[in-house]
């Protein structure tokens, strides 16, 4: 009787194919401040498919910035329906009685119907600034019959666009959902936003699970990078693994580092896309 070799292939790389800074980020983050006078703040806009992660990320900023979990976006875990109905601005206190130098929108989630979901039409509008606060989504209904805003200054354009896709979730995502998020960031483009992708979830891998030093040792997040790469057009070094906190007590320092990792590149890209404005 022969011996077959049923060994499957080892799933993590020796070395991390990504090195992270061991900077601390943390005070640079607290620390930043617009160059550009006419803004007080960067304006970061999250998108993507439904249940990806997009509020959850708001929460994991705010719970490293304050020292402690914070829930004040809120998430629906359960539903398979797209839990924000509102666009919503969220500033993050500094405690000392004003808030950070950026702020996140969240938007309606992204459905594979095309009749489902934030409409492609609304998210450019978004981009430029057009929507007003606490406009309420509905799939059927454009922006322009109620809640459009028709001089926009700059700083309620959006500044930086983040595209959050599920660790779980890239190699499922249909052809519909990855045409309306490559028409959100080819309008992007032509209006010279900068874009970044945050693939979530990740410690829901099983290569990872709670050894969140094991992201960038993963052979099968880094095939998810490539392939958002693919699908999105946007470059690898400006694809980002995260894991948000859902149902931690405490905060941990791993996870710390790769969100405060990415927010980091946001407010840099920000603050081009501001200077770019400036030169031209």
Known sequence: MGNSDSSQPEPLYKEPWRMLSGETILDFVKGYRPKNSDVEHIRILLHGP???GKSSFINSVDSILQGHICVRAPVDGISTETYTQEYK??????????????????????EKDFD???MVEDMKLLLGGHVEENYKFQSNRSVREAGYRHNPTLQDRVHV???VVPAEKVKLLSDEVWKKLREVRLEARQTGIPQIALITKVD?????????????????LK????????????SPNCIFLVKNYHQELQLNNDTNHL?????????????????????N
């Open 89 to 110: 601005t969220y500033k993050i206190s500094n405690g000392d009685g004003g808030f950070y130098s950026f702020v996140f929108n969240d938007t309606m989630g992204l």
């Open 259 to 279: 969100i405060l990792t990415a927010l980091k590149q946001m407010l840099h890209f920000g603050e081009d896309f501001l200077n770019n404005l400036q030169t």
């Open 161 to 163: 666009l983040v595209f």
């Open 204 to 220: 829901e891998c099983p290569e990872v699970g709670d050894k969140i030093e094991n992201v960038h040792k993963s052979k099968n």
């Open 223 to 234: 095939e998810q990078v490539e392939l958002v790469h693919k699908s999105l057009g946007i």
């Open 50 to 52: 439904v249940g990806a």
């Open 116 to 118: 489902a979901g934030v």
